[in-house]
């Protein structure tokens, strides 16, 4: 006795909408119908478990089955099937989920069966594939099997069928499009990236493996072969795991089967891990990091109760920790909203914040537990740390209890502990505490050089972010500014009350000041003549902090910053009055061998801050062969 019927009305008009507009993305009707042979699974395997069925389970699994010639995909599962009456009220009534019906009514016991139910049009995504649809399923409950066919306009037609055991089988007769969906390299792709980690085992065809040898088989003998089921997925991921259940090896290994691509093992982990108030677990990952921001290939992958979903985490995961990898699973998310609206939700904000502070309590743990440690990977970490403090105020709070500040001499202070040991020898006469960096160990190795003379702590700090972290800092900490050891000369760096007596008054001065700016003639160098002590250098360039700073921030994208960045470099060209050889080449008579030594002096000074380039460093190194001729 065949039926024929007409689906729901409300929803006449969805087919041509399913298939052009709600999913740009064709593909995922495999996702939502392994995700309904999974369900189907799991649910029997909730009544058996509960005494509601009695069947002989075995080992459950789904299999997919390609039918080339046929142009059919199959995908068969053995789980609970359906009756007559729950095809047509599951199937034939689009609108209505049996996941949710189910859950409602075995609310008390199923909240952590694992099912999947919703994630947008379901069953129905079939039809953005194929011309045709069937269903051929037998309920669990003993009664007869049920064959329903649609060709995607609203009607269909149901009959009984011939099927031995309880489960269903879905056949899609693929569009002529479409047929991508028979290749088995495409099949194969799609599981691997919708399903790789999901709960019941997935057949797709059969490989072969290898067998030990018998004993006494000669050398020449191949060793025996079997066919075995091609399972896709691993149905019990790392994740899905208590942490004390794991070892760090685990970890490691989960890690390789999510990137199998990557060859470097990650720095270390975090397990996450909540069921209240919202239900998450994951573990992520910190990756070595590079300098280069942008450089992420590998990103932290986003799934549903272990069916994935995306690896686009953007408004789920505070940015910063978007450069780690690993996996997030949390059915709380809602899916079928825009990002900015996902910004705005409550439980993902929620889930936001749990997040940061997982990997700040983390990172707090390993920096207590082994320090040493710590600080070897603190080169590997700090962009996510430094990008953290700059991006949440919560992050940066808890940060001063494990971000490193390194000096060049590699040791390595918290941030109390480095004002502490600075306080003494870097407070100005204002009473700031002046932090002085580095940002190059080579380049700026002679400034340094001069700072740690004078007993100075001088740290580096060499991160593309790290401009927009000291202005941060500076302006949430009390009394205390960032110079770089370039910034001026040592003796201004940290401005004391002491003041140096001059060897020359203030009209030589000047008039230095002048003949040397007519000397030079370039415009990005301000002539400043001082009075320094007699053995520091005569000459010296140097960058103001400030200038520099904003150049830096608005270059590493910094907003505000605008219009800071198209401005040309700008130096000072500091003139240590009470040199000698500034004494000398200011009493010179000779006015073209004093415009000689100047020539001389200030190439100098360039060329030790690398300013010295292409002619003017041709001309340097000929003429200072004629000096020593
Ligand atoms: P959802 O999964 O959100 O419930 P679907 O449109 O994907 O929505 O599926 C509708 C319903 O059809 C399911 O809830 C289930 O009751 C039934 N169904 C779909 N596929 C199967 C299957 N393979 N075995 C048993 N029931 C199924
Ligand atoms: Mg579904």
Redesign the pocket.
């Given at each position: 006795m065949s039926q024929k019927g007409t689906i729901n009305v409300a929803v006449e008009n969805i087919f041509p909408l399913i298939k052009k507009f709600l999913y740009s993305d064709h593909e995922i009707f495999l996702r939502?119908?392994v995700?309904?042979?999974t369900?189907?699974t799991l649910?029997l395997q909730h009544l058996a478990r509960i005494g509601e069925a009695s069947v002989e389970l075995g080992d459950q699994k789904i299999e997919i089955k390609i039918d080339k010639e046929g142009k059919k995909l199959h995908?068969i599962?053995q789980?609970?099937?359906?009756t007559e009456d729950?095809v047509q009220k599951?199937?034939n009534e689009?609108a209505?989920?049996?996941?949710?019906?189910?859950l409602e009514k075995y609310k008390d016991t199923a909240k952590d069966s694992g099912i999947?139910?919703?994630?947008g049009?379901?069953?129905?995504s079939a039809f953005m594939v194929a011309d045709q649809v069937e269903?051929i399923?037998k309920s669990f409950k003993d009664e007869p099997a049920v064959h329903w066919t649609c060709d995607g306009s609203p009607n269909y037609t149901i009959e009984p069928a011939e099927k031995e055991n309880f489960?269903?089988e879905?056949i899609l007769h693929i569009s002529d499009d479409e047929t991508e969906f028979l290749e088995e390299s495409r099949i194969n792709e799609l599981l691997n990236k919708y399903n790789k980690f999901m709960p019941v085992p997935i057949k797709f065809g059969t490989k072969t493996e290898t067998l030990e040898k018998p004993e006494g088989a000669k050398e020449e003998d191949p060793a025996p072969t079997q066919e075995v089921d091609n399972i896709i997925n691993n149905p019990d991921p790392a994740w899905t795991k208590q942490p004390a259940d794991l070892e760090d090896q685990d970890y490691k290994n989960f890690y390789r089967e999510l990137y199998p691509m990557q060859f470097e093992e990650p720095l270390f982990n975090i397990h996450l891990n909540v069921d209240y108030p919202f239900n998450l677990t994951g573990i992520l990952y910190f990756p070595k990091m590079t300098q280069d921001l942008n450089v992420q290939k590998d990103r932290i992958q986003l799934y549903q109760n272990q069916v994935f979903v995306t690896d686009n985490v953007e408004g789920i995961v505070p940015e910063f920790l978007t450069m780690l990898r690993g996996v997030i699973d949390s059915p709380d998310i809602p899916l079928n909203v825009s990002r900015s609206y996902l910004q705005a939700d409550g439980a993902v904000k929620k889930i936001s914040s749990y997040i940061t502070r997982k990997v700040a309590d983390k990172l707090k743990s390993l920096f207590n537990e082994d320090r040493k440690a710590f600080e070897e990977k603190w080169n590997d970490i700090k962009i996510v740390i430094e990008y953290g403090m700059l991006s949440e105020d919560k992050f940066f709070d808890k940060a001063d209890k494990f971000a490193l500040y390194p000096t060049v001499d590699g040791d390595y202070y918290l941030w109390d502990e480095l004002v502490e040991k600075i306080k003494p020898a870097q407070t100005d006469k204002d009473d700031k505490t002046v932090i002085l960096y580095a940002s190059n160990k080579e380049e700026q190795h002679s400034y340094t050089a001069a700072a740690k003379k004078k007993g100075y702590e001088v740290l580096l700090l060499d991160s593309p972010i790290v401009s927009h972290l000291m202005q941060k800092l500076e302006s949430s900490k009390e009394n205390i500014s960032f110079v770089r050891v370039d910034a001026d000369h040592v003796d201004n760096l940290i401005k004391k009350e002491e003041e140096q007596i001059s060897k020359l008054s203030d009209e030589e001065k000047e008039a230095l000041q002048k003949t040397i700016t007519e000397t030079i003639a370039d415009t990005s160098y301000t002539v400043q003549v001082e009075a320094m002590s007699s053995d520091a250098a005569p000459f010296m360039i140097t960058q103001p902090e400030f200038m520099r700073r904003m150049k830096e921030m608005q270059a590493t994208g910094g907003g505000g910053m605008m219009g800071f960045g198209n401005m040309p470099d700008m130096y000072n060209l500091v003139v240590n009055g009470n040199s000698d050889l500034v004494q000398s080449i200011f009493n010179e008579k000779d006015e073209e061998k004093k415009s000689g030594l100047i020539q001389q002096a200030v190439d100098l000074a360039k060329l030790s801050q690398g300013l010295l380039k292409g002619e003017k460093l041709t001309e340097f190194v000929s003429r200072s062969y004629e000096l020593i001729k």
């Amino acid at each position: 006795m065949s039926q024929k019927g007409t689906i729901n009305v409300a929803v006449e008009n969805i087919f041509p909408l399913i298939k052009k507009f709600l999913y740009s993305d064709h593909e995922i009707f495999l996702r939502e119908l392994v995700s309904n042979a999974t369900d189907a699974t799991l649910k029997l395997q909730h009544l058996a478990r509960i005494g509601e069925a009695s069947v002989e389970l075995g080992d459950q699994k789904i299999e997919i089955k390609i039918d080339k010639e046929g142009k059919k995909l199959h995908i068969i599962d053995q789980g609970l099937g359906m009756t007559e009456d729950e095809v047509q009220k599951y199937i034939n009534e689009v609108a209505f989920s049996g996941a949710e019906e189910f859950l409602e009514k075995y609310k008390d016991t199923a909240k952590d069966s694992g099912i999947i139910g919703h994630f947008g049009l379901g069953f129905y995504s079939a039809f953005m594939v194929a011309d045709q649809v069937e269903i051929i399923t037998k309920s669990f409950k003993d009664e007869p099997a049920v064959h329903w066919t649609c060709d995607g306009s609203p009607n269909y037609t149901i009959e009984p069928a011939e099927k031995e055991n309880f489960g269903t089988e879905i056949i899609l007769h693929i569009s002529d499009d479409e047929t991508e969906f028979l290749e088995e390299s495409r099949i194969n792709e799609l599981l691997n990236k919708y399903n790789k980690f999901m709960p019941v085992p997935i057949k797709f065809g059969t490989k072969t493996e290898t067998l030990e040898k018998p004993e006494g088989a000669k050398e020449e003998d191949p060793a025996p072969t079997q066919e075995v089921d091609n399972i896709i997925n691993n149905p019990d991921p790392a994740w899905t795991k208590q942490p004390a259940d794991l070892e760090d090896q685990d970890y490691k290994n989960f890690y390789r089967e999510l990137y199998p691509m990557q060859f470097e093992e990650p720095l270390f982990n975090i397990h996450l891990n909540v069921d209240y108030p919202f239900n998450l677990t994951g573990i992520l990952y910190f990756p070595k990091m590079t300098q280069d921001l942008n450089v992420q290939k590998d990103r932290i992958q986003l799934y549903q109760n272990q069916v994935f979903v995306t690896d686009n985490v953007e408004g789920i995961v505070p940015e910063f920790l978007t450069m780690l990898r690993g996996v997030i699973d949390s059915p709380d998310i809602p899916l079928n909203v825009s990002r900015s609206y996902l910004q705005a939700d409550g439980a993902v904000k929620k889930i936001s914040s749990y997040i940061t502070r997982k990997v700040a309590d983390k990172l707090k743990s390993l920096f207590n537990e082994d320090r040493k440690a710590f600080e070897e990977k603190w080169n590997d970490i700090k962009i996510v740390i430094e990008y953290g403090m700059l991006s949440e105020d919560k992050f940066f709070d808890k940060a001063d209890k494990f971000a490193l500040y390194p000096t060049v001499d590699g040791d390595y202070y918290l941030w109390d502990e480095l004002v502490e040991k600075i306080k003494p020898a870097q407070t100005d006469k204002d009473d700031k505490t002046v932090i002085l960096y580095a940002s190059n160990k080579e380049e700026q190795h002679s400034y340094t050089a001069a700072a740690k003379k004078k007993g100075y702590e001088v740290l580096l700090l060499d991160s593309p972010i790290v401009s927009h972290l000291m202005q941060k800092l500076e302006s949430s900490k009390e009394n205390i500014s960032f110079v770089r050891v370039d910034a001026d000369h040592v003796d201004n760096l940290i401005k004391k009350e002491e003041e140096q007596i001059s060897k020359l008054s203030d009209e030589e001065k000047e008039a230095l000041q002048k003949t040397i700016t007519e000397t030079i003639a370039d415009t990005s160098y301000t002539v400043q003549v001082e009075a320094m002590s007699s053995d520091a250098a005569p000459f010296m360039i140097t960058q103001p902090e400030f200038m520099r700073r904003m150049k830096e921030m608005q270059a590493t994208g910094g907003g505000g910053m605008m219009g800071f960045g198209n401005m040309p470099d700008m130096y000072n060209l500091v003139v240590n009055g009470n040199s000698d050889l500034v004494q000398s080449i200011f009493n010179e008579k000779d006015e073209e061998k004093k415009s000689g030594l100047i020539q001389q002096a200030v190439d100098l000074a360039k060329l030790s801050q690398g300013l010295l380039k292409g002619e003017k460093l041709t001309e340097f190194v000929s003429r200072s062969y004629e000096l020593i001729k």
